[in-house]
Each structure stands twice: as C-alpha cells, then as structure tokens.
C-alpha cells in the first residue's frame, strides 16, 4: 500500500490532469464548442481537486475550489449563463487554481489574499458576497437538520426462515462420463424445498454431432427453502464435475436497475424435444420440463431470474474501452533506454565480425543478425514511444500565456491548438517551452496589433494566434503562426546598420532582413516593453532549439502577419547515421540532415572566384565545403572522381554541399554526449561507438557551414584524440 | 460483532489519490480485505464476482456514477443485501436525500477523518472488533 506521501504526488499528478481539463473544457465552451458533458467534466474535475485536496489537508486550495464548484454547479444547473465575461472569469479562476496546487505541492504557504479578487468575482457571479461564503464554510459536516438513520445491516434481512435462493447446475461435459448423474444431485436439491428449475439447452450441438456420454444441458432456477446457503452447498461438495452456484435472493422489492432489461434476458425458446437423444430426454424427464407453457414466476422475488447475474458484465463490455495506464519513473525507462544503447553497440560490433567472415560462413549469421537488428530497431521505437510525449503537455500552457499577456497589453488575442496529440521525446518536450513561450510572448506583444489599428486595417478586432504541431518524416514540425503586422523590415534594417550587423551599403531582400532578427547581438538592453520586444533573445531561441537538433525558419508578409516554424529530431538519443570518412577519419552525419549523396564528374564543379567551389546540381549552384579542410585533416582538397559530396539542409533553405571522401553506410547510432567533458566544440554535436569499437564524433551540419565562412582548425583535431580516449 | 479482519469492503472512486487514502484508512482500521474499482460499471463487476460486506462509493464518477451504482446493486440478485456507504460532498443534501430513497445504509461527508470513517461503518456494520 502506496504512503501518504505517494499518495499525495498522486493527487498532484490528477490535479496537473484536471487542470488541463478544466482549461481545455472552458476554452471549448468559450469558443461554442462546448457539448453538454464539456460542463460536467470540468465541474467534476475541480470537484475533484477539492475532494482529494479536503483529504489531504490542503485548507487553501479547498476553499478556493469550492467556490469554483459552486459557481460551475450553478451554470451547469443553468442559474448562470455561460456568457463569454463568465468564462473569462473562470479561466481566471482556473489558473489561479493552478496556482493553488502548484503551491501545494511546493509545500509552500499560499500568499495571503491570493486569489481573493478572482474569488470575489466568483462569488458575485452566483450573487454571494464574502458573508454569505463565511456563513457555507461554518456549515456542519453532517446533514444533521437531516432526519437521517443509518440502516443497520441486520434490518436488512428477510422476514421469515423461509429464503429464496438462486441456483445454477451446469454439468461439466465429462460428467457423465465419470459416472456421475446431474439427476440424483437435483433430486437432492428438491429434497430441501421448493424447487422451480428451467432447463439450458443452449449447449446442445445438432443432433448429428450430439454425444450420448455428454453432458450439454445446464439448469437454473429457483429454491425456497429454510436451509442455509452452507447446506444446500453441501449437496455439491463431492460434485467437482459440475459447477454448481447458490445465492441467496432477498426479501427486497425490486429496485429498478439504471439500464433497462432488455428482452434478450428472457431465454429463447428452446429446441424441439424431437432433436433430443434418448439419453438426454431420460435425463430431463423427471424434471418438469414445461416447453410448452411456462409456469408464471412464482413469486415476486423471481424476477430477479430476469436480471442475470452477468447482466453488469456484459454491460461492462459493453461500455466505452478506458484507457489503462500505468506511471513509470522516467529513471527506469531511461535505463532501459541506456540498455538498448549499448545493444546498438554490441550488434554493430556483431555485425562488424560478420562482415570480415569469409562469406558463406556468414550467410546465415548475416540473416540471423538481420533479423535481431529488426527487433532491435523495434525495440528502440517501441522504447521512445514509451519516454514519448504529447506536445499538448507543452501547449496546454499556452492559452493561460496569451490570456494574461493580451490583457496586460490591452488586446484581444485567441490561440488556437491544433496537433496537440503529436507525441516527441520527454527530453525535447522539456527544452520545448522556453523557445516556445518566448515565441508566443512576442507575438502577442508586437505581432498582433492593437484592437483599433486591427480594424483600421480591415482585421477581425480579435487577433489569432495559430500553434500547431505534426509529425513530418522523423521530425516533428511546430508552427506558430500569427495574423498581425508581421516584420516591421525597416526598423530591423536600420536597427541592424545602426549595431553594424549589416554594411551600411548592403542590400538586402525582405527574407534576409527579417532574418535578421535571429542574429547574435541584434537584440540588446533595448527592451520596448516589460514583456518581450521583437527580436529580443531571438537569437536565444535559435540557440535553444538548434541545441537540441532542430531547426528555425522564419517567415513574415508586412501586414499580414509571421509564421514561425521549427522542426526537432523525435528522439535525442538513438538516431539514424551516414559513417563517411574523411581521410583516414570516420565520422557520423545524421541522416535528417542528408538530402542527397552524389559523385559528380570533376567537370559539374566550378571554381569561382572567391568560392571554394560550386557544384552544379541540377541548375542550381551549391557551394562546396571540404570537411578535410574544415576538419584539418589531409584529404584531397579537389573533388576527385573518388570524392562524395554530401547535399546538407543547413536549414534557413540554404544548401550545403559536403565533400567526403568515403561513404561507409548508414546505421543506427547511440549520441554519446561530449559537452559535459568538453564543453560545446562548434562543429560537432556529439560521439558515438561504432561496429568495431572506435569512436566517431557525429557532426553537426549546421555548425558546420557557419564554421565554413569561419574555419577553427584544430578545436575538432584537439577533440578526436581526447574523446576516443574518454568514450570509449 | 463483525470483525475488521474479516470484513470484504469494495471502494468505489474515479481519483485515484482519494480512493487508494480511503483504502489506508480502512486498513488503518485493521481490515484487510479491500477492493477496488474506479467506476460503477467496474465495481459491479467486482461485486457479482465475490462476497462483499460493504461497498464505499463516491458519488462523482464518470462511468455510472455513485446513485446508479447504488440502485444496481439494490437490483442485483446477488448483492442486493450489501451495505452501502455513499460519498457525498458538503453540500450534497438533495443527494443524501435521493440516496435514502435508493436504499442507501449510510452516507459519508467528504473530507473525512479516520474516526468518522470507522463510525459511519459501525452504525451500519455494528461494533468492529
């Protein structure tokens, strides 16, 4: 049995459920989405969060939620009109709920007053003033004015010895057989009372497949008797082939049952004596039979025969599947995910060994390890599904975000969610919220206009704010999107010269100015307002989503509004990988990263002035980057017949191409973190173990081509020695 | 006079904090033989598959609330004798009052002490030893 303390994290757990609930519900309503049930499920869920919190003793939290409830009863009993200032002032009262909890499970005092605006509103909306609530919260506990009497349990019993009891006998099949006769055991039975028996023929199989020495009929009915349940038990005790089933029927009326009884209750009509075997028909006789005309039930405690014992169960099937959950620590999944790791490892290195065998020796080992590599990639999936989230846990925070930043700047503003179920890796999920919060701050402070200037422009007065999020190959994609100015292009230009970002003379296309905004050192102490500036810490929220894999791109049309869009890797901790080799040196590029691979004719290169190289590919000029240079290390610094060049996404839509000397394959790879011994070393994201035990560092395409324009030699020469000798 | 020990108490709750704190407290009591379900429809299922002595239901549930729950068990021929203990909030009176006419044993305030747990179960159960 789980402590007091486990228990508690547990409501906390339900309340983080409710909160999201009660958000989703309001907003719903809010927007005239809301069906019937929308009410009652956000009422239950803060009745809820009052229930466990009066058991848990957290007083604040209670008195708050209990006029949250009541101001949520009385909408739903329809005393209060759900009107848009109503579910604004509930909304309110649900962050401030939030609030509660989260102080409650800090363990820390709630501030004094806190909430008590909100809840005054609260109080007025279901006409109560701060009396009134003082006057509910002395109430008693216990209906006392209530002429309530507990029923005791033995009040309940029948009124004479004479009791009504349900039996089943159903043969087992072999019963028979064993020499047993289900005959003289209902004999006995009868013996002890009134017995009323119908027959089940429904076991009975056609009569060209029916066995004499088995036994197919069952029986059920009724027994009233002045026995106890033990002794008429008794008659069965040696009867272990047939199950046998005595309840004792009590001396209630009937209460009708929520769910109707519907006519398959009543046992269909059963076969025509004619199809039955001498044997059986022998067997049946002496019980009275009755296919003709069914005695009337007789006496009302019978009916209860019409409400089958397995009614609830079929009922149960019947309702709507719930999903079954159950909560892990994140700290075992991740040692499993440690685990599957290392059997990466361990299979590339198996596969390694296979590979040197002399063939035919390896023909079946290479088919078995196919196999155990298919498993092992279906493990690893199954693995990141489990550690996987839902955005939503992300977005959910969004709404409260843009409520409370519209009206401290006097806009209105709507989100809208769409793609919340997307589900990504706990370990982005948690370095989502910063990059996104700060998007959606800006966008409510700067891109979406004031309500006058909205309509001046011919917009809706309410801005609306789009946040979406979808799966795209093996990435995810979110998109914030607004309907606002969009990039004021000059200010950003002028601003730009103005810190010397840009050449004074410089000209530049409205994509790259508004690109501008995303550079290092284009937002400064200029703050414009307490809450965001555009552009202030853009160049953080690159960084934040380029450290964990990801990619921005920014999108603006002057008037119309801006879309923000970046894409993230699903998983952070196993990848697919392209082994490549430059020189005598291996390393990982991630497959994400990859467009395409080629090997062009020396003639698709041109050398032009002050390039490295171009290739010609297909129409379009992609500029060359030697990663032996990049890299210092000594390679052909010519693209030769032998040399591959690699077409990188280098994100912003610029392309890359990378020149390799060797293709090695593509195969799954464990990212062995390096920052944590080195530091971040430009250029490189990470290590990881291959096949044959060595160590390759794993590039990072993006670093790369800024490292292009910029090359350190020697940070990553440094780096090759030192890791091979840590990792490994 | 029943004794705790072996006393077969079904709780009914959808939250899983609150029902697994009323089965610590019913354990505290010295009963050893709880069961639970999260809704009505599964604790129907629990109750016609073994004997019960008592069924502690909340009354908020999402699938056959607490009142349902009630009435299917006073309609069900095999447990239609199970004392029933209905969970109500502070200011459920209209449902006490439904309860009682459902046939319900007794009636529990939420929030509620280990104390007044027990006695609500004594009124109906008798004296625990």
Redesign the interface.
Known sequence: ??S?EQ??L??FD?CAEGMQQIEQGLSDIRDGLGAEDTIN?VF?AV??A???A????FEGL?EFA?VFE?TLDAIRRGDLAASTDVIDVLLMASDILSDLVQFSRAGEEIPEGFGAECRQMLERLIGKDGVGAEE?EA?P???ED?D?V?????A??GDDDMKTY?VSVRPLPDMLKNGCDPLLLIRQLRQLGELDLKADGERLPDLASMQPDVAYVAWTGTLRSTSTKVQIEEIFEFASDCEFSV????G?P??????PVVAEAVAPPLQPLDNSPNLTEEVMQPIAFEREAPPPPPRPAAP??A?E?????A??RA??P?ATTTRIELEKIDRVVNMVGELVIAQAMLGQIVHDLPEGVSDRLSQILDEVVHHTRELKDGLMSMRAQAVGTVFQRMPRLVREVAMKVGKKVRLELSGETTEVDRSIIERLSDPLTHIIRNSVDHGIEAPAARLAAGKNEEGTIRLSAGHRGSRIVIEVSDDGAGINTERVLNKAREKGLVAADAVLTEDEINNLIMMPGFSTAETISDISGRGVGMDVVRTNIQEIGGRLSLNSVRGKGMTIQFSLPLTLAVMDGMVIKVGRETYVMPMSAIVECLRPPRSYINNLVGTRGMLQLRGELVPLVYLGDLLDISSSSEVSGESVVIITDAGEGTRLGLVADELCGHQQVVVKSIEESYGPVPGVAAATILGNGSVALILDVEKLSDLAGDPVPGTVTALRGGVAAKVA | MPNAVALKVLVVDDQDSVRKMTCLTLEQMGIRHIHEAENGVKAMEIASLQPLDLIISDYYMDQMDGLDLLRAVRGHPVVRRVPFILLTGRGDRELVVKAAQAGVNNYLVKPFTGAILKQKIEQVMGKLA
């Open positions: 049995m789980a007091l228990l508690k547990t409501f339900e499920a239950r009745h809820s009052k229930g466990g009066g058991i848990f003793g209670v209990h009541t509910e109430a506990a216990d209906f209530l309530f507990p029923v005791m349990f033995d309940m019993g349900e309840s004792e029927v009590g209630f009937p209460i009708e049952m929520p769910v209860a025969a409400i014992s397995a009614e609830p169960k009922q149960a309702a709507k719930q």
